[in-house]
């Protein structure tokens, strides 16, 4: 299995959702800031959940807590008023944190 014809013996399944919502967070913050809010916070909230699945079947428990927390900053459903320079650097923090779970959480390719 190890063998270079074959590919990685691992994958990343979490490197999508963590890219998609790094985006997200960062498009909210450059371009659209306070147009899009609501929907954006659909969209990382969504994926915060989908990145902690993927650590959950990874078994990288760790990061569980940190996507529940993220989850919860971005609910769209009953959302906290935050605002400033603290919740735009949060934004640029959530990213590097959604890139560096998708890079990071692993899983064994079964073929």
């Known amino acids: 299995m190890d063998d270079k014809r074959y590919g990685p013996a691992f994958q990343r399944n979490a490197l999508a959702p963590g890219i998609l919502a790094a985006i997200a967070l960062v498009v909210s913050q450059a371009w659209l800031a ?6 954006m916070r659909y969209v990382v909230a ?16 760790w ?11 971005w ?9 400033g320079t603290i919740w735009a650097v949060s934004h640029f923090v959530a990213a590097l944190v959604f890139l560096a779970a998708g890079l ?7 073929d």
């Open 34 to 39: 306070g147009t899009w809010d609501e929907p």
């Open 46 to 61: 969504i994926l915060a959940l989908i990145v902690a699945w993927f650590a959950i079947q990874a078994k990288h428990w």
């Open 63 to 73: 990061w569980v807590p940190v996507f529940v927390a993220i989850a919860v900053a």
């Open 75 to 83: 609910n769209p459903v009953a959302p906290f008023a935050f605002e």
């Open 104 to 110: 990071l959480i692993k899983t064994p390719r079964t």
